[in-house]
């Protein structure tokens, strides 16, 4: 007879759903707990759950009994140095003095601009940016509460990510619904310089992996991803050729993409995160693949299955 542990997926969005994913393949006992309560399309057996996770009470009644908690919450891209921080503090002082481990997914935005050198877990915090500055007190708040033995804390961190339900990345819906249709893809920045991305998919498996390894905690990782020197133009010609249509990509530089912020919060807040996508933007994650021994999805692959999803999705649905 097997039994399952208790997991608790704090937020709904695309990398809770990837994190659900892994821990049901896994056969775990899977709670989700997000503002709505909802998850369209979530895994059969999965307990979805409503809670204000503002409230440290809540987040201490929602994780009881929990091995993990996984921290992939966040409030609207436009809201982030307002909310962001409470947030992340009330899913901290909710777990402390628990015994729940507290996996929380990130991303690179506290680096700020290296100048195209490769993005390693050793890197100052160096962010520029109001997000970026964000990140960093966050992921410096998260260590310290290891640190003072509060709760058990690992960091996992991805770069610009695609995959089912990832329709507001920079490598999401106004990639893929286009290059379906045969029309341009829209990318941001210059399509011939490298930039990483991370299969949603094999950052959820990523947090998993660092939820049950000991040897994680106190630390930051970055998520596997394949062929981290590859550029927009050939991820466009993986995406294009999955999909059967003649490539066909643009490249969104500031200028527009500050035209843009005039109606879109979210292009507004993505103006000052430009640096990433007009660099060499290469993230290093072979310190998380030689601990744990584990490889990303081939892109190809990823790519096949990211087009099967949008295929699966029309856009008017």
Not at 26 to 35: A, D, L, P, Y
Not at 132 to 145: H, N, P, Q, Y
Not at 150 to 164: E, I, M, N, Y
């Given at each position: 007879?097997?039994?399952?542990?208790?997991?608790?997926?704090?937020?709904?969005?695309?990398?809770g759903?990837?994190?659900?994913?892994e821990?049901?393949?896994?056969?775990?006992?899977?709670?989700?707990?997000?503002?709505?309560?909802?998850?369209?399309e979530?895994?059969?057996?999965?307990?979805?759950?409503?809670?204000?996770?503002?409230?440290?009470?809540?987040?201490?009644?929602?994780?009881?009994?929990?091995?993990?908690?996984?921290?992939?919450?966040?409030?609207?891209?436009?809201?982030?140095?307002?909310?962001?921080?409470?947030?992340?503090s009330?899913?901290?002082?909710?777990?402390t003095?628990?015994?729940?481990?507290?996996?929380?997914?990130?991303?690179?935005?506290?680096?700020g601009?290296?100048?195209?050198?490769?993005?390693?877990?050793?890197?100052?915090?160096a962010?520029?940016?109001?997000?970026?500055?964000?990140r960093?007190?966050?992921?410096?708040?998260?260590?310290?509460?290891?640190?003072?033995?509060?709760?058990?804390v690992a960091?996992?961190?991805?770069?610009?990510?695609?995959?089912?339900?990832?329709?507001g990345?920079?490598?999401?819906?106004?990639?893929f619904?286009?290059?379906?249709?045969g029309?341009?893809?829209?990318?941001?920045?210059?399509?011939d310089?490298?930039?990483?991305v991370?299969?949603?998919?094999?950052?959820?498996?990523?947090?998993?992996i660092?939820?049950?390894?000991?040897?994680?905690?106190?630390?930051?990782w970055?998520?596997?991803?394949d062929?981290?020197q590859?550029?927009?133009?050939q991820f466009?010609?993986?995406?294009?050729?999955?999909?059967?249509?003649?490539?066909?990509?643009?490249?969104?530089?500031?200028?527009?993409?500050?035209l843009?912020?005039?109606?879109?919060?979210?292009?507004?807040?993505?103006?000052?995160?430009m640096?990433?996508?007009?660099?060499?933007f290469?993230?290093?994650s072979?310190?998380?693949?030689?601990?744990?021994?584990v490889?990303?999805?081939?892109?190809?692959?990823?790519?096949?299955?990211?087009?099967?999803?949008?295929?699966?999705?029309?856009?008017?649905?």
């Amino acid at each position: 007879m097997t039994t399952s542990t208790l997991h608790v997926v704090l937020g709904a969005g695309p990398l809770g759903r990837a994190v659900v994913n892994e821990l049901v393949r896994r056969g775990e006992t899977v709670r989700v707990v997000s503002r709505s309560g909802q998850m369209p399309e979530a895994p059969h057996g999965v307990e979805l759950v409503a809670g204000d996770l503002y409230n440290p009470a809540t987040v201490r009644e929602l994780t009881q009994g929990a091995a993990v908690a996984y921290q992939c919450a966040q409030p609207h891209y436009d809201e982030w140095p307002q909310k962001f921080p409470p947030l992340q503090s009330a899913i901290i002082e909710g777990l402390t003095d628990s015994s729940v481990r507290l996996v929380i997914g990130e991303n690179t935005y506290m680096y700020g601009d290296t100048d195209g050198k490769p993005l390693t877990e050793d890197l100052p915090y160096a962010a520029h940016t109001r997000k970026g500055r964000v990140r960093a007190a966050m992921s410096e708040t998260a260590l310290a509460a290891h640190r003072a033995g509060k709760v058990q804390v690992a960091l996992g961190r991805g770069s610009d990510f695609f995959g089912p339900w990832a329709l507001g990345s920079s490598h999401g819906a106004r990639v893929f619904y286009p290059a379906l249709a045969g029309k341009s893809a829209s990318f941001s920045g210059k399509l011939d310089l490298p930039h990483t991305v991370t299969y949603i998919e094999d950052f959820g498996r990523a947090l998993v992996i660092l939820g049950e390894r000991e040897g994680a905690l106190g630390q930051a990782w970055h998520v596997p991803n394949d062929q981290p020197q590859l550029t927009q133009r050939q991820f466009a010609e993986l995406v294009f050729t999955e999909t059967g249509h003649p490539v066909k990509a643009s490249g969104m530089g500031k200028l527009m993409m500050a035209l843009g912020g005039l109606f879109i919060p979210e292009a507004r807040e993505s103006v000052e995160m430009m640096y990433e996508f007009e660099k060499p933007f290469v993230v290093d994650s072979s310190k998380f693949e030689r601990v744990f021994g584990v490889k990303a999805t081939p892109i190809a692959d990823a790519i096949e299955a990211t087009v099967a999803w949008y295929r699966a999705h029309p856009q008017n649905k």
